[in-house]
């Protein structure tokens, strides 16, 4: 079936820095979803992207859908202790009526 | 608010009982999901439903058991025949086709068995 590979598995970086994860796929999707978890908590959504090439923020946070519909990849800038977690990317394949497959993870520590 | 509520927040279960994790929804939508966490990994998913008396097996569904009789509640069981039962279980809702607005998660249940 189809896999997402997200990377970096993890990252420490320092408060105030800018993040960058990425999402790749060996096929194609035809929405990305990213996802934050907080520790004990279920997922938030984030933002969501529809088409190829799109680029769209919500806050501090940006993110694109690659033009070749097989990856994804989320920015955060000046990075602040709340950012901490688990962010996940989540592609919905082609054809059209099946589920979100997710990827395992990038999880992000802020050291003040 | 809509929202998508799962209960209990902790369970403890003995081996070798069943237990069910409960998953309620407010959000109008058709579609319920139930996915497994182990620390340091990624969603797996168990059951999952796109309309209310029908329900499909995911991806790990062998010792765990559902029923959609209502729109809003899709139940889990965990029953005796899962092995290795400890887990941090979620539930998620979405419209129908799912795509369009993404799945929308509970806060999620945290199996011990003891």
Not at chain 1, 22 to 28: A, L, M, P, Q
Not at chain 1, 43 to 67: C, D
Not at chain 2, 16 to 22: A, E
Request: hydrophobic share 30%; proline share 5%; with cysteine.
């Amino acid at each position: 079936g189809q896999q997402l590979n997200q990377s970096p598995q993890s990252m420490f970086i320092q408060e105030g820095e800018d993040v960058s994860m990425n999402c790749t796929s060996s096929s194609i999707f035809n929405t990305w979803l990213w996802y934050k978890q907080d520790p004990g908590e279920g997922p938030v959504l984030l933002i969501a992207l529809y088409k190829a090439g799109e680029l769209t923020s919500n806050g501090r946070l940006t993110a694109q859908f690659g033009i070749t519909r097989k990856d994804s990849f989320l920015n955060i800038s000046a990075s602040i202790p709340s950012d901490v977690g688990i962010y996940f990317c989540a592609g919905h394949p082609f054809p059209y009526g099946q589920n979100f497959v997710f990827g395992p993870g990038t999880r992000l520590s802020v050291l003040p | 608010d809509g929202g998508i509520t799962q209960s209990p927040k902790y369970l403890f279960r003995k081996e070798g009982q069943n237990v069910t994790l409960s998953c309620e929804q407010n959000l109008n939508h058709d579609a319920m999901y139930w996915y497994r966490q182990d620390p340091g990994q990624g969603l797996r998913l168990i059951y999952y439903s796109q309309i209310v008396n029908d329900f499909q097996k995911g991806d790990i569904a062998e010792g765990y058991s559902v029923s959609r009789e209502k729109k809003e509640s899709f139940p889990l069981t965990v029953t005796s025949a899962q092995k290795n039962p400890t887990a941090f279980y979620l539930c998620a809702s979405s419209t129908r086709d799912g795509f369009s607005t993404g799945y929308t998660f509970g806060s999620g249940t945290r199996l011990t068995v003891v």
